[in-house]
Each structure stands twice: as structure tokens, then as C-alpha cells.
């Protein structure tokens, strides 16, 4: 990403299984009535960098739950809901054989494999699935692509590795990293903040 380029990213709002601490990944989970209030919200705090934010690129990954809320987002904003485009690479990291399950249920039938996850959290990969590093792979290759002030609608494993990567964290702290669904993270030659 080039000096200069303001990224203005932004996890999907709550879903049904966020509530439940289920594991997402790809699977195609719609956002719920707390999720629609969370993208309200934050499209009333991009307002505030209106109206240069008019002129910026909107994103969003082709899952529904970021698709509706960047559409909310736009709409918040006064902005045309559906004038914006996906891309693949938007999307979360893939926990194969854990999507769909629960974190409860992981830790009765997974435990091996967590303890695994927890000490080399960037590296591990499920079953069937991605790694951060495999997500880290596709997020540079779309950071390659910025070329102006970008607002993005993602997914919490998306704002990790992009933080990893743009802010020079450690990638074996990646799990600590927090993905909240009510604020918006901005990014900007190499500062952060949260609006």
C-alpha cells in the first residue's frame, strides 16, 4: 500500500454464530439485527470524514455478511447502497473442518489441535483449511491493488493479517489482536486508530 492511501477497514457486523462463538470462516452467514446496528454505527463514524471519504474506493468481501454491511454503511453515509465492488480475496481465512463448529465443542474433540493453534497461531492450518500466513498471502496481493483512499467491509482474520503486515506486528501474537464489530480501523502510513 502506497504512503498516503488512508484505509478505512471494517469487520462485518454480528452474526448469529459470532453470538455463539461458532467458527465462521466461508461459510455464508447473514448479519443479525445487533450486526445491522453495528454497521449503522459505523457508518455514522466515517461521517465524520465526510466529504473526502464521498471520493474513496468502497470494497467489500462477496460474503453476505460484509456485502450487507457495507451496504448499510453506504446507505448511513448517504451514498447509492449497491455502488460497490467484491473482491475474492476479501475473504475470511477458511477453517475448513471447524467451520461450523462450535468452540466448546473443539475443545472437547480438537484439543490436540488447538494446543497446536495456540503455539504456532500464524502457521496452523485446520483441517481442510487456511493458515493466517496462507490469508497473509492474499492480503498483500490486494494491498498491491490500492491506489486511493479505501473503504473495506471484511472479516476479523482479513483485519489481523492486515495489521501484521502494514503495522510490523508479530504474527505469533496474531490471535491477540482484537476484531470488534462496532468500530472502524483506520490504517495510514503505518499509524492505526479506531473511529
Not at 448469529?16 to 449503522?40: E, K, L, M, P, V
Not at 474433540?109 to 490469508?135: C, I, K, M, V
Not at 496481493?141 to 482474520?157: K, N
Amino acid at each position: 500500500m502506497q504512503d498516503g492511501i488512508t484505509l478505512y477497514c471494517i469487520r462485518h457486523g454480528q452474526t448469529d454464530w459470532n453470538a455463539q462463538s461458532r467458527y465462521q470462516g466461508q461459510a455464508d452467514i447473514a448479519i443479525n439485527a445487533t450486526g445491522r446496528r453495528q454497521a449503522c454505527r459505523n457508518g455514522e463514524a466515517l461521517r465524520t470524514f465526510l466529504p473526502d471519504l464521498a471520493e474513496a474506493r468502497f470494497v467489500s468481501s462477496p460474503s453476505s455478511r460484509a456485502r450487507e454491511t457495507m451496504r448499510i454503511i453506504r446507505e448511513t453515509l448517504g451514498l447509492a447502497p449497491d455502488d460497490f465492488p467484491t473482491d475474492e480475496r476479501l475473504l475470511e481465512v477458511h477453517y475448513g473442518a471447524w467451520q461450523g463448529q462450535l468452540l466448546e465443542t473443539l475443545k472437547a474433540t480438537e484439543a490436540e489441535a488447538l494446543a497446536a493453534r495456540q503455539a504456532n497461531p500464524f502457521r496452523f492450518r485446520p483441517p481442510g483449511g487456511e493458515s493466517y500466513a496462507d490469508l497473509l498471502s492474499r492480503t498483500c496481493d490486494w494491498l498491491e491493488t490500492l491506489e486511493s483512499d479505501t473503504v473495506v467491509t471484511t472479516h476479523g482474520g482479513f483485519t489481523r493479517t492486515l495489521r501484521v503486515h502494514l503495522l510490523d506486528l508479530d504474527p505469533n501474537k496474531i490471535l491477540d489482536l482484537e476484531v470488534p464489530q462496532d468500530r472502524v480501523l483506520i490504517i495510514r502510513n503505518g499509524e492505526m486508530s479506531w473511529a
